[in-house]
């Protein structure tokens, strides 16, 4: 089978993951990578072995013509970057989020449509074991008739983009928040169905004078279900809580620590506390070992890895994307709103 040329732009933090992931993708050869820093572009490539780094994008399109451009660099770009290497002929697949501005991400939706190539965003939560396992779990029935879900984010003040005065997310509309709020918005439309903001508050508990507001509170509403979201940069340790209740059971994942625990309906109120704790140590210790064993064993796929080893199926076989270009300018829609939302709230804030 053919090899996929694989270009990255943008030599950032989080390219590394990405190339990690394509490294493990045994059709793709990774051709290049790009970045405006030429010395950052030349790190990235001597460190991971890549046989060529430029600092032009146009340069790196025309000498390289790519089967596929990884665009890893900060979202106010992406639109021009995903727009550009279409018109040349590449398939995309985009960091999240897509865009920043709803107008952007449609004229990567139009560009797609006209184009007829693969474009893809990477919602790589949705693609981490645990809500694979989860997602599976609600589409078998288990939890019955979905009444809710709750996503909870927490970060810590030492993560890197907080902590860093001149980071391009806190120059925007919603700050930190514009740049993670995807995450949640694209996990409850997950498990409640297409939906909007319905409000939000923030606050401010933290000492960093750039950041407004560094709490997030946000309740999201489908046709017939609500959800909430709460964000924090405030946290003692990184942690991501995903709750859906349904009216058999509820289940609860944390992503970071790859545990699903599925609290069923209780039957029998004499027993009910014994078997509860029985029923959700083992549950505990089975996620645990599972996911022990698939490390060891070198199955373990991060979200990202899985969501770019399908993307690269989908080029190779011709098949749907995992997550497209359509579903990334709903989450965009919906986190512009809601960013607008914390705009005003911040403004007000500000003018007391």
Not at 34 to 55: G, M, Q
Not at 148 to 168: F, P, Q
Request: charged letters at 25%; one cysteine or more.
């Amino acid at each position: 089978m053919a090899k996929l040329n694989v270009v990255v732009v943008g030599c950032g933090a989080i390219t590394h993951g990405h190339l990690e992931a394509w490294k493990k993708v045994k059709q793709a050869n990774i051709v290049a990578v790009s970045d405006l820093d030429e010395k950052l572009a030349e790190e990235t490539a001597r460190i991971w072995k890549i046989p060529h780094y430029y600092s032009s994008f146009d340069e790196m399109l025309e000498k390289t013509k790519p089967d596929v451009v990884n665009i890893a660099t900060p979202p106010q770009s992406h639109a021009q970057l995903a727009i550009q290497a279409m018109k040349s002929g590449s398939n995309i697949i985009i960091e999240k989020p897509m865009t920043l501005k709803t107008e952007d991400a449609e004229e990567i939706v139009k560009c797609q449509e006209e184009t007829k190539l693969k474009a893809g965003v990477i919602h790589n939560w949705l693609f981490e074991p645990v809500i694979v396992h989860a997602i599976s779990k609600v589409n078998q029935g288990q939890l019955g008739q979905i009444l809710s879900a709750h996503i909870d984010v927490i970060n810590t003040k030492i993560d890197s983009m907080t902590k860093t005065k001149d980071h391009w997310s806190h120059k925007y509309v919603g700050g930190r928040f514009g740049e993670m709020l995807a995450h949640p918005i694209y996990l409850l439309r997950e498990f409640i169905g297409q939906c909007d903001v319905e409000s939000v508050q923030t606050q401010k508990l933290g000492n960093y004078p750039w950041m407004i507001s560094d709490e997030f509170f946000g309740i999201f509403r489908s046709e017939h279900l609500y959800g909430t979201a709460h964000a924090s940069f405030n946290g003692s340790r990184e942690a991501i809580f995903v709750t859906v209740y349904g009216t058999d059971a509820i289940l609860r994942s944390e992503i970071k620590n790859a545990i699903t625990n599925i609290f069923p309906a209780k039957q029998d109120r004499r027993l009910s506390k014994v078997l509860d704790s029985i029923n959700q140590s083992n549950q505990i210790i089975t996620s645990s070992f599972k996911s022990a064993g698939q490390v060891v064993f070198g199955r373990w796929e991060t979200g990202h890895q899985r969501y770019i080893r399908l993307f690269a199926d989908s080029v190779i076989n011709q098949t749907e994307v995992p997550i497209s270009v359509e579903d990334g300018c709903a989450v965009v829609k919906v986190v512009e709103k809601t960013c607008k939302e914390i705009g005003k709230i911040e403004e007000e804030r500000m003018n007391k």
